[in-house]
């Protein structure tokens, strides 16, 4: 996605600096080539070496640095091939420098000698967000053309529940990915997303599941967005974010979620079935909780009868070609997984599925296969499924 994009990231002295780390990482893996240029005060908070490690260039502390004997003046000869300078997180102060014009450290005086794009993430405690020197600060930093995201309302480090947060990785990954128009091969195109483990009810408050997280999923949803999708994502996680401009549509059940696919189905181009689907419901939940009992110091024993749920897959493919919809589908097997997951993309007329065993069930990797209508074959060693979507999505893009 960012390949042959050089991308600065400034870090300022908050708290939330830690969060710097996974922009940087995220980044790394998308392609770009990425340095890091701290402030002092950051240096306290999270060691350069970490930065260094993640970026795998130095980290600019100093512009006289020996280190950076490399960079002939360092501010001007890598500002100059920079595409891209995000502040992650960026405090009160830099952003008072950057309004002022100030140039007193590494980070902004690099900010001063680029003409990239600039896209800055706001963290702070929120009296000081709203101190009416910093909101005229952010004014007259948009009015000069400066991006901002975030930040966000929740818990912060200060003790206070209220604006302040830097915005997640992810929705910063995402608009940097906008800026510098990154592959938009799915623009004009409508993906239709699903994601987690559905639960089925036992009573009100016992359900039966599986261990899907639904990372996968969101990572689907979000790398098809960065790649110009209109983007709906139908959710069982219970507790992941939503996806920067993604509302997941949130279900439970089996039934709640062929309900809502089929509510979204018509207007997708593509439909990529990430979900664990539970194969089997209680077929009489209890109306209230069951207790347990004993009579004459022996349990009683409670049989849960079960019936298999809606088959989603199924009933979408009977419906697929009134539009030549591209259908998505995957396969965990614990057995014979190439022969299973072939035999699951005949029967539920699917043009591509995604095989894959248990071992990444709530991981942030994946190890997978992918196998197309025509029989091919492609095995993909193990990564991070942010990657691995963009994978998949090579393919879907190719097809629709």
Same mark, same amino acid.
């Given at each position: ?5 050089? %991308? ?58 020996? $280190? ?6 360092? /501010? ?6 920079? /595409? ?26 690099? @900010? ?10 706001? #963290? ?14 952010? #004014? ?36 940097? @990915? ?26 009100? @408050? ?42 997941? %549509? ?10 809502? @696919? ?12 990430? #979900? ?24 009683? $024993? /409670?049989? %849960? ?27 965990? $097997? ?20 995604? #095989? ?45």
């Amino acid at each position: 996605m960012l390949s042959g994009k050089t %991308i600065i990231v400034g870090v300022s002295s908050s708290i939330a600096a830690y969060k710097a780390c996974e922009v940087v990482s995220r980044l790394k893996k998308l392609g770009a080539d990425v340095w890091v240029a701290m402030t002092k005060e950051a240096g306290n908070l999270i060691a350069p070496l970490t930065f260094r490690t993640l970026s795998g260039n130095p980290v600019i502390t100093d512009l006289f640095a020996p $280190e950076l004997n490399s960079l002939p003046v360092p /501010h001007i000869s890598l500002t100059k091939k920079a /595409h891209l300078i995000i502040i992650s997180p960026c405090t009160a102060n830099i952003i008072a420098k950057l309004a002022q014009g100030l140039a007193d450290d590494p980070l902004t005086t690099m @900010v001063l000698a680029s003409e990239a794009p600039k896209l800055i993430a706001p #963290a702070m405690n929120p009296a000081m967000w709203r101190n009416p020197l910093v909101v005229e600060n952010t #004014a007259k930093l948009k009015r000069l053309g400066f991006q901002l995201i975030g930040p966000e309302s929740g818990c912060l480090a200060c003790g206070d529940s209220d604006i302040g947060r830097m915005s997640e990785p992810d929705d910063i990954i995402s608009r940097a @990915v906008g800026l510098l128009g990154g592959a938009q091969d799915l623009k004009g195109r409508h993906v239709l997303v699903t994601a987690g483990g559905t639960k089925e009810a036992i009573d009100p @408050v016992r359900f039966i599941s599986n261990r899907s997280s639904g990372r996968m999923g969101y990572a689907l949803a979000r790398a098809a967005r960065e790649r110009g999708a209109d983007v709906t994502l139908i959710s069982a996680s219970g507790y992941l974010p939503d996806p920067l401009d993604i509302k997941a %549509i949130k279900v439970e059940s089996a039934a709640g979620m062929l309900e809502a @696919v089929l509510d979204f189905y018509n207007n997708a181009q593509a439909v990529i079935m990430a #979900a664990a689907v539970a194969d089997f419901r209680p077929k009489h939940p209890k109306r209230s909780k069951i207790k347990k009992v004993e009579r004459r110091k022996l349990k009683v $024993e /409670h049989r %849960i009868e079960l019936e298999p749920t809606e088959d989603i897959l199924k009933a979408i493919a009977q419906q697929k070609g009134r539009n030549s919809r591209l259908l998505v589908g995957f396969a965990l $097997e614990t057995e014979e997984l190439i022969r299973n997951a072939k035999k699951k993309l005949e029967e539920k007329d699917l043009d591509l599925i995604v #095989a894959n065993d248990q071992t990444t069930l709530d991981g942030e990797a994946i190890k997978f296969s992918l196998i197309s209508r025509d029989g091919r074959i492609d095995e993909y060693p193990l990564q991070s499924k942010d990657r691995a979507a963009h994978v998949i999505l090579d393919r879907v893009a190719a097809a629709v």
